[in-house]
């Protein structure tokens, strides 16, 4: 059904007509701008493969037909959505992401062009689509810097990436612009999906072009050049970084990256797109950028530029802000041991490459190859907080239980769809069958839920507050 309420303004119709001159491509640029956006899902491959993810959802009344840019993307229409996708037990317990095809394609992008990268920053993270893409994509390994500007949206970041099990992100809350004096040469990979004018999100906002104008598209285009040029500076010679934004005209897309070029041309080449996924070569410009128009592929509109960095360049000016004293200190030998132990007795583990960290009673996790950006920037929060102390041991934190437990522990109690729904509804829960513990790690559809108590005969739930559902929940 087409919406009435869409707003074109003038200006923006003549710069696509002189994007799209030929006269078909127009008009179908046009039509297609009208009809709602079609939802698509990426599979967290963190938490399970896209074989086992097809087999659970296999009798649903799910149709999935492949993302061709991306292995664990699929559009997906359903019989029944009386449903909110976002309440299904699989998306709750963090088996999918819901993120708009487009905006897989940067990560692809950037994983196509870099070799088992250790150090990744997503410039602009939030809310978490692309960062939890690019943990799944590494598998466990290295650490990703995801930093967002917007205060407001952190929070909304760092509960994705809890959802979907990261342990290896760190989160910074600044202007990009700092990365590039505060880190020169520091990211084997670097994703800038830049803020913009939104041109290309106006299937899911009709009003989205309402305060659009050309003054305004140049003013964006001057902070996306300031933030590129901070992330080619902090990327290593060798790196791979992409650009990306969900906007269309060429001022904040092309001439952004050619201006970067014109200013570093011995140090930066482009990595042709269009042969990324079959079907490519109908969005790729001649410099080799990928210029996605909605009719292209029944999506959004994108753009994708892939570039090189194949010298070091002189570095910016030192920044001038304090960071400060580092607030953690390395937990001492003899407590990594009994933290350990007792975290095994609880049902969690990590690889030896997540360190323990302490501040004040809170234990931390800390990806190892944090630790050379400690004392140079200021983090909001980095890897995973395992526990507190108090007089009688360990109190165990939800997002560590998501990302850590072992569902072969002995503690483990699978509750039904009934039983998960009370869960999530903040709810004790009265089991029929016998508990195995005073403290049990709590499964749902073989997914921890959390870490929960044994009170005379109930579970007594420990779910987050500010996580509890209300409203219908699962099929």
Aim: hydrophobic share 40%.
């Amino acid at each position: 059904m087409s919406d009435s309420s869409l707003f074109f303004p003038e200006d923006f119709l003549s710069q696509m007509q002189q994007l799209l001159p030929d006269g078909q491509q127009f008009s179908a640029f046009k039509a297609l701008c009208h009809q709602p956006l079609r939802r698509s899902i990426r599979v967290n491959t963190l938490k399970i493969s896209v074989a086992d993810f097809l087999a659970l959802v296999a009798d649903y009344d799910w149709q999935l037909s492949p993302v061709p840019w991306c292995e664990e993307g699929f559009w997906i229409s359903r019989t029944d959505e009386s449903l909110p996708l976002g309440s299904v037990a699989e998306h709750l317990n963090g088996l999918f992401y819901i993120q708009e095809a487009s905006s897989m394609l940067p990560v692809s992008a950037l994983f196509a062009h870099s070799i088992d990268p250790r150090y990744v920053m997503d410039m602009a993270a939030a809310p978490g689509s692309k960062t939890t893409q690019i943990a799944a994509r590494m598998q466990d390994q290295g650490m990703i810097l995801a930093n967002e500007y917007s205060a407001s949206r952190v929070k909304v970041l760092h509960a994705n990436i809890s959802r979907c099990g990261v342990s290896r992100a760190a989160i910074t809350h600044f202007d990009a612009a700092v990365f590039g004096p505060a880190l020169p040469e520091q990211f084997d990979a670097i994703l800038l999906d830049a803020p913009c004018s939104g041109e290309g999100v106006i299937r899911k906002d009709p009003r989205a072009l309402k305060n659009w104008s050309l003054s305004s598209c140049r003013q964006i285009a001057a902070t996306q050049q300031q933030l590129l040029e901070s992330a080619f500076h902090a990327l290593k010679p060798g790196g791979t970084l992409v650009y990306s934004t969900c906007t269309l005209n060429r001022l904040e897309n092309q001439q952004v990256v050619n201006q970067l070029l014109a200013s570093y041309p011995q140090a930066v080449e482009v990595i042709a797109l269009n042969t990324l996924f079959e079907g490519a070569s109908q969005a790729a410009t001649r410099e080799g950028y990928l210029h996605v128009f909605p009719q292209y592929f029944d999506s959004e509109g994108f753009f994708v530029a892939c570039l090189r960095k194949t010298d070091s360049i002189p570095p910016l000016p030192a920044p001038t802000y304090k960071v400060g004293k580092f607030p953690f200190s390395p937990l001492p030998r003899k407590q990594v041991q009994e933290v350990r132990q007792r975290a095994n007795d609880a049902g969690l583990d990590w690889p030896e490459n997540l360190k323990l960290w302490q501040r004040d009673k809170e234990i931390w996790l800390f990806p190892e190859e944090a630790e050379s950006l400690f004392g140079r920037v200021r983090f909001s929060r980095i890897g995973l907080k395992l526990a507190e102390t108090f007089a009688r041991g360990y109190r165990w934190q939800h997002e560590a239980v998501i990302a850590l437990a072992d569902p072969g522990h002995d503690t483990v109690v699978h509750l039904s769809d009934a039983q998960a729904e009370e869960w999530y509804r903040g709810r004790d829960i009265y089991p029929c069958q016998p508990l195995p513990a005073s403290d049990m790690l709590v499964f749902h559809r073989g997914q921890p839920l959390g870490l929960a108590k044994k009170v005379s005969n109930r579970i007594k739930n420990s779910y987050p507050r500010e996580l509890v559902k209300e409203g219908r929940l699962f099929r």
